[in-house]
């Protein structure tokens, strides 16, 4: 990931076109930074062609006076003068064998090793970088250079094409760097007097805040080799000049203060947050000092680059350490995250909807983006098979609202006239304890009263509390509460794995799930007797996230559904008949949704459809914010009518937002792809394997079921649970519950990363990580992207491992 030293200032200089005088004008700056007396390490990554010619070789020759003070690397060379991907392919075919080429990791690390070990000199010192060809042109392993260098993050400048041609192709190098987050501290342009390139480049840069640096053009190259040194020695010796136009020279003064600007920038956020943020879910006054605060300075995969080590650890005031360090985002930045942050495809759809539509009236209307995210996912998606219709709205909450306005609707259609006015204002909800819906007054009040409710919560409904699943000691338990557990001959119930849990077909046949049926019927029997209505079930499948991670017995979810659509306890009314029948069922898979648990709706699982759903996070890989709620056909009717104020009069100003829509949909094109790679592939396998598990294929997590269980038997450890990307571990702690502290302060250390940890590997660019994370309460859990690297999720499972294996109980 990205550095950042105080004494090592870093540039990467790319080129609009390959032969545009990139190692002319890094000649230029090698020996201008010489003059200011500055160590100067110079570094070509890849080179190709015969060695005589090799950039390192000119620079170091033309490194003016002080050249003691340039010290130069190549790190790949090859020998024929053809693009990187092909040179590792002609060494191949010369030597008879294969000549592996170094993964892009392999890349990005033996770069990042180079800064860190050149930043341990003790004087001030100026890298430059320099990048082969063009800014797409393809490293060693085939992947565009702005993609492979891209987890490095470094501050760039961009070498401009004075060519014919070279408007054209300065201006897309630069928007394409722009679209993957670069740093461009200055354009650099030879001062063509035949195309002028400079004369127009120039004002349009300055317009877009970024410097452009104009250099007299090199001398033609001389026949005599003696003679071309001596007339390119004049020339670095003139540009490079005090005196005269001095550019060269006061570019080094603009780098460096971009450089101090940076680092200044860095240091302040954390005052000026604390003097202007307030934050979500946050107590402020428990927030001490300002190391309390997290400085993202980029993002990249599944990593965060943050500012200045904290308190107490090897510390960046030490001037040779990065004031930046690699953060694993290990709550997948609430959940949002599916494919890694600053993902260039999601990027890429986002600017092409932004270019082609920015935003657009939707009502009545439509948009290419809009109609195929709601076809895929109503005729292919998680609605294949019983939804008819897509409706857009801003974020989870959001859509959670228009789901209950489209249930209580329905249900107060199916009525018909037997329903009064006043008792459609107290229609309640059934749903489960510890459920949440998003902090809108709406789907709060479809929630019982919590920490999230506020002062007008007014909760209408009732809300079972549930058996729940974990795996304790080595052993997979369902657990029941006391109000159910007096009806069973146990309140906690071993079961032989955990696909024989979610295997609930063949558990409706079973004595528990009469003993959950009787409880749930009896119960809703009586609130109904005492004159409680009932308009719909609303329920988070399989797992209620905010409310602790908490992992419901699915056999509990699929009988409470079956329960209200049974007609002899929800008998239809005088209303139209095509509607389903009973109570409309709402899944919120807002969290869950499109394989957060390892399978795309847990529809799958539960064995039955609901009437309505709501997708959010994962739809847009975490890019921006969406979501989508889908109904069945007898939904919609209930809506349908010849009068305008029988419509769904709901909606966002960013309803369908084009841009959302097709990051979504590339987003859904990636998980597609995903889903059949081997990594998936091995992560299930281990799970069968490993825990005999009878069935079903879609129980399985990324987390290793071995180091699951092991966990499982720790002394600080109550219960673990995984699925897919998720796992949640509950801490022994007698204060249990939101307002807990234990989960945090046990797992404290984890957030950093001590450099002597032999188990940790590193983030890209090679530097061990620290583990970002979010506790509720007496829970930690952990979430991975779906393409996290198994060797990412081993570091964290061994980090873990080790402190809560170490840990006394809180």
């Known amino acids: 990931m990205s550095t950042l030293f105080k004494n090592l200032r870093v540039h990467q200089i790319f080129g609009a076109n390959t032969d545009v005088g990139k190692t002319i004008l890094t000649s230029a700056l090698v020996r201008a930074s010489t003059i200011k007396n500055n160590t100067v390490y110079y570094l070509k990554p890849v080179s190709t062609g015969a060695p005589e010619d090799a950039d390192d070789g000119h620079i170091q020759r033309f490194a003016g006076p002080q050249k003691s003070l340039v010290h130069t690397e190549c790190l790949f060379r090859f020998g024929d003068p053809v693009s990187p991907h092909l040179a590792v392919k002609m060494a191949s075919d010369k030597n008879g064998e294969t000549v592996r080429s170094p993964t892009d990791e392999t890349f990005v690390n033996s770069i990042a090793s180079y800064i860190r070990r050149c930043a341990m000199a003790d004087r001030m010192g100026h890298m430059y970088i320099e990048t082969a060809g063009g800014v797409h042109s393809p490293t060693l392993s085939g992947t565009t250079q702005a ?403 908490i992992f419901i017995d699915p056999l509990f979810q699929r009988v409470m559904i079956d329960v209200v659509r049974d007609p002899k306890l929800f008998p239809a009314r005088d209303g139209p008949q095509d509607l389903s029948q009973g109570l409309p069922v709402i899944y919120d898979e807002v969290f869950i949704g499109l394989y957060r648990l390892g399978f795309l709706s847990s529809t799958s699982l539960l064995g039955v459809y609901p009437d309505i759903s709501v997708n959010a996070k994962i739809l847009t890989g975490g890019l921006v914010p969406m979501a989508v709620t889908m109904a069945s056909e007898s939904i919609f009717q209930a809506f349908w009518s010849n009068h305008k104020t029988d419509a769904l009069l709901h909606g966002h100003s960013y309803t369908a937002h084009p841009i959302g829509c097709e990051v979504a949909n590339k987003t859904l094109d990636l998980l597609e792809k995903m889903t059949d790679s081997e990594q998936w592939k091995q992560a299930k396998q281990n799970w069968v394997e490993k825990n005999l598990e009878e069935g079903s294929s879609e129980i399985w997590s990324f987390w290793d079921r071995d180091f699951i269980h092991s966990l499982s038997h720790l002394d600080v450890v109550n219960e673990v649970m995984a699925l897919g990307t998720v796992l949640a571990i509950k801490v022994k702690d007698k204060q249990a519950g939101y307002g807990s502290h234990s989960a945090q302060k046990l797992l404290q250390s984890i957030k950093f990363s001590p450099s002597d940890d032999p188990l940790l590997s590193s983030a890209p660019g090679g530097a061990p990580f620290g583990i970002h994370f979010r506790t509720l309460g007496d829970v930690a859990y952990f979430m991975t992207s779906l393409n996290t690297p198994r060797a990412t999720i081993e570091s964290i499972e061994n980090r873990l491992w080790n402190t809560l294996s170490n840990a006394g109980s809180p």
């Open 147 to 549: 993609d492979a260098y891209r987890p490095l993050f470094l501050p760039t400048l961009l070498v401009g094409d004075g060519k014919l041609g070279g408007i054209s192709s300065t201006i897309s190098s630069y928007e394409a760097l722009l679209l993957r987050g670069y740093i461009i501290d200055a354009i650099l342009l030879f001062r063509d007097e035949y195309y002028r390139n400079f004369e127009y480049l120039t004002p349009y840069f300055a317009e877009r805040g970024v410097r452009v640096v104009t250099v007299e053009p090199p001398p033609p190259r001389a026949e005599d080799t003696a003679t071309n040194v001596s007339i390119t020695e004049e020339y670095y010796s003139r540009i490079t000049s005090t005196s005269g136009d001095g550019l060269v020279y006061d570019l080094l003064s603009h780098l460096d203060d971009c450089h101090s600007h940076r680092i200044e920038e860095l240091q302040s956020m954390r005052r000026r947050t604390l003097d202007t943020i307030w934050w979500p879910f946050v107590q402020h006054g428990l927030v001490k000092s300002e190391e309390d605060v997290t400085v993202i300075d980029s993002a990249w995969s599944d990593f965060f680059s943050v500012y200045d080590a904290p308190k107490g650890t090897p510390g960046n005031s030490n001037k040779n350490t990065s004031l930046l360090e690699p953060q694993l985002d290990g709550s997948a930045s609430w959940w949002t995250q599916a494919l890694g942050h600053a993902h260039p495809s999601l990027t890429q759809a986002a600017a092409h909807a932004s270019g082609r539509y920015g935003h657009v009236m939707f009502p009545q209307a439509t948009h290419l983006p809009a109609l195929k995210l709601a076809e895929r996912l109503v005729h292919a998606g998680p609605g294949k098979g019983w939804a008819s219709r897509a409706f857009f709205s801003d974020d989870g909450s959001t859509g959670m609202e228009v789901a209950l306005k489209m249930a209580l609707r329905s249900f107060a259609v199916k009525a018909g006239t037997t329903l009064s006015s006043s008792a459609k204002k107290n229609l309640g909800i059934i749903g489960l304890k510890g459920s949440y819906h998003g902090d809108t007054i709406g789907a709060m009040d479809a929630c019982e009263e919590g920490v999230y409710t506020c002062e007008w919560h007014n909760a209408k409904g009732y809300w079972f509390e549930p058996p729940t699943i974990s795996i304790r000691q080595g052993e997979v338990t369902v657990s029941l509460p006391p109000s159910i557990s007096s009806s069973s001959d146990s309140s906690n119930h071993a079961m032989p794995s955990l696909s024989s849990v979610y295997d609930v077909e063949s558990r409706l046949h079973t004595s528990l799930a009469t003993v959950y049926r009787r409880h749930i019927e009896s119960t809703l029997s009586n609130l109904m007797h005492k004159g409680q209505q009932f308009a719909a079930l609303v329920l988070e499948p399989l797992v209620m996230g905010a409310g602790g991670m």
